[in-house]
């Protein structure tokens, strides 16, 4: 058991124990109560989805272990205003997650703390990304995504399974199978791997963009998929218009709304090389 350490307070919460990289935080009450369902397992899971995601993404928040690098840290919050959900941010600040407090002890599925590995980790990726630029399309609110969160639940799907947790990889898998979204972003992933993501993410670093919402649907999800495209190597029109293809499907699935192809051409004039800075 991760065991909890000497106790001490903030905004209401006690602080239960740390890792190399997180605070964990919980009312009072509810750690005493609950301190067996503190494992180590548990405790731990957050280091180890950080330590993955970071590396499957090629991107690090720069959050550096030990307490001299305190105000670098991560909160985990079971937080009582999270109650039945997660989100990204907590009362300590934008770096951490508030989640469901009942997700340490309940199982779901036959998978003790179920939701704990889940909302744990799909809102660490949503951090990590937040981290990259805000509004994506997402996680955001984008109408031509119909306010779902693909790309977090297919991470959820495969980290979980890089990680070992393949009976939680298993649930998750066949709870969103009938996504589009998950399926559409899976897909990518199993033809082009975590590379495809990285070159994503670096391009959106090289480009200044830190807000995707300056960008106005579709023209931002056409950036996004010629980002996409670009780092697949897709570089000719046939091959690109297969991954534009690929996006519509899901996307007429999702909300019936697409990216049309002059949405997608304005895309690639003001990106022509998306891996270099753009001036305009």
């Not at 002890?105 to 990726?125: K, R």
């Not at 955001?140 to 119909?146: A, F, N, R, V």
């Not at 649930?171 to 990285?198: E, K, N, P, T």
């Not at 697949?232 to 996307?251: E, H, M, R």
Request: glycine share 8%; hydrophobic share 40%.
């Amino acid at each position: 058991m991760a065991g909890l350490r000497s106790p001490v307070s903030s905004n209401g919460f006690t602080l239960v124990t740390k890792t190399d990289y997180w605070n964990v935080w919980a009312k009072s009450g509810f750690a005493q109560e609950n301190q067996a369902s503190f494992t180590a397992s548990a405790i731990s899971w957050l280091d180890s989805v950080l330590t993955r995601i970071s590396s499957d993404f090629a991107y690090s928040m720069a959050v550096r272990p030990g307490t001299s690098w305190e105000a670098s840290r991560m909160d985990c919050v079971l937080d009582p205003g999270a109650q039945g959900g997660a989100h990204t941010g907590t009362v300590f600040g934008s770096s951490g997650v508030s989640v469901s407090p009942d997700a340490i002890y309940n199982s779901d599925f036959d998978i003790p703390q179920f939701w704990w590995y889940i909302l744990t980790m799909h809102e660490t990726v949503n951090v990590v990304t937040g981290s990259i630029a805000g509004s994506w399309v997402w996680a955001d609110g984008s109408p031509l995504w119909g306010g779902t969160s693909p790309f977090p639940n297919m991470c959820d799907i495969v980290v979980s399974g890089e990680l070992g947790k393949k009976l939680i990889s298993g649930a998750q898998m066949s709870r969103m199978r009938q996504d589009a979204g998950v399926m559409l972003f899976l897909d990518i992933h199993s033809r082009f791997g975590w590379r495809v993501y990285q070159s994503l993410f670096s391009y959106v670093n090289a480009n200044g963009i830190t807000d995707w919402s300056v960008y106005p649907e579709p023209l931002r999800t056409a950036i996004l998929i010629w980002f996409l495209s670009h780092g697949a190597n897709l570089t000719t029109f046939s091959t690109q218009q297969v991954l534009l293809d690929q996006f519509n499907s899901a996307l007429r699935a999702i909300s019936r709304l697409e990216v049309p192809a002059d949405a997608y051409t304005e895309a690639q004039r003001r990106f022509p090389r998306p891996d270099v800075p753009h001036l305009y």
